[in-house]
């Protein structure tokens, strides 16, 4: 069992930037690929970027294709996700997660989650 808690969201303007972080404890970090998730008010919450066990692979969706990065730290047993060139369309609660098979992009892959953090881009 692993669990997951997401800090570093909140209030900026559009073209601003922020860095989540997500702090894993329990099992081996390493033994996870993670994925970083967002759900905007009234929308299913979907795929952002994810991130394999040993950090050598990256995915992301296209709309946050060379915005986002995701990079990850086992040592420190943390995910990263910095957002860079925001837009308001980038308002929604994001979630990390733990994946014991792959670093895909379905919800459904994911058997951990942490209790999200919120990030609202002003325009």
């Known amino acids: 069992q692993v669990q997951l ?7 900026v303007q559009a073209g601003g930037s922020l860095r989540l972080s997500c702090a894993a404890s329990g ?3 390493s033994s996870y690929a993670m994925g970083w998730f967002r759900q905007a008010p009234g ?8 991130i394999s066990k ?3 692979s990256t995915s992301y969706a296209d709309s946050v294709k060379g ?3 995701i ?7 943390t995910v990263y996700l910095q957002l860079d060139s925001l837009k308001p369309e980038d308002t929604a609660i994001y979630y990390c997660a733990a994946s014991t098979y792959y670093s895909g992009t379905r919800v ?4 951990h989650w942490g209790q999200g953090t919120q990030v609202t881009v002003s325009s």
């Open 67 to 69: 915005r986002f990065t």
């Open 71 to 77: 990079s990850r730290d086992n040592a420190k047993n």
């Open 54 to 56: 040993i950090g050598g």
């Open 108 to 111: 459904s892959l994911y058997a």
């Open 43 to 50: 929308k299913e919450r979907g795929f952002v970027a994810a």
């Open 27 to 29: 099992r081996t970090f």
């Open 5 to 11: 808690v997401e800090s570093g969201g909140g209030l």
